[in-house]
Structures are given as C-alpha cells and as structure tokens.
C-alpha cells in the first residue's frame, strides 16, 4: 500500500483544518487506517484510527471532542477533521494502514506508513 498525505499548513490557535490520505496498491475496504504525529524531539504518537468499514474509531484523549476521524472507500481516502487546534497540535502528522480491518493505537502494528504533513499551529 501506498499512502499520501496532504492538508498540512499554518493555522492559528483556534482554527481548523482537514487532513487528507490517499491510499493506492490495496484493496483500501480491508484495511483499518490510523493517524499519528511527531513534533520535534518527541517520539511519534497516536492521534486516532479508524476501521475498514468505518464504525469504529479511536482517539487520543487530548484530541477527543476536537477531531474526527473519517473514511470515504469509494475514493480510497481517509481524513482527520481537526477543529479547535492548540499550538501543542504542532507536529508532522502521518497516515498509516494496517493489514486487518480493525483499528489500533498501536503503532507498531501498521503495516504502512506515508510521508508527513507538517502542521503548525501559531498562538
């Protein structure tokens, strides 16, 4: 599976913004998707995934109530709907794919990663 992700940008503390993933190379109906984010000098981290079907979602505790987490499987594409960002939401953020079709904080179980989209969030 290949994945791209895009949406990043610079937004001030309040703002929104929606991230996007494209997935191609993979029947993208039986596979389970996850977002994670990296800010400098931190490990990668979990933000929230999402089932093949898309009636199970999972987020981190600081992002609940702010993001929501969508697939469209017609276009192959997964989203993170990110409303009310903090500053401590700076971070490259990642979509990742799984081989199964349920979600998973873990990051260590995904199979797939694409390249980064940076997000900056000014106060």
């Known amino acids: 599976v290949q994945l791209q992700a895009s949406g990043g940008g610079l937004v001030q503390a309040g703002g929104s913004l929606r991230l996007s993933c494209v997935a191609s190379?993979?029947?993208?109906?039986?596979?389970?998707m996850g977002w994670f984010r990296q800010a400098p000098g931190k490990e990668r981290e979990f933000v929230a995934a999402?089932?093949?079907?898309?009636?199970?979602?999972l987020y981190q505790d600081s992002v609940k109530g702010r993001f929501t987490i969508s697939r469209d499987n017609a276009k192959n594409s997964g989203y993170p709907q990110m409303n009310n960002l903090r500053p401590d939401d700076t971070a490259t953020y990642y979509c990742?794919?799984?081989?199964?079709?349920?979600?998973?904080?873990?990051?260590?179980?995904?199979?797939?990663w694409g390249r980064g989209t940076l997000v900056t969030v000014s106060s």
């Open positions: 190379g993979r029947t993208f109906t039986t596979t389970g």
């Open positions: 990742a794919a799984r081989s199964s079709l349920a979600p998973t904080m873990s990051r260590g179980n995904y199979d797939y």
């Open positions: 999402i089932s093949a079907s898309g009636s199970t979602t």
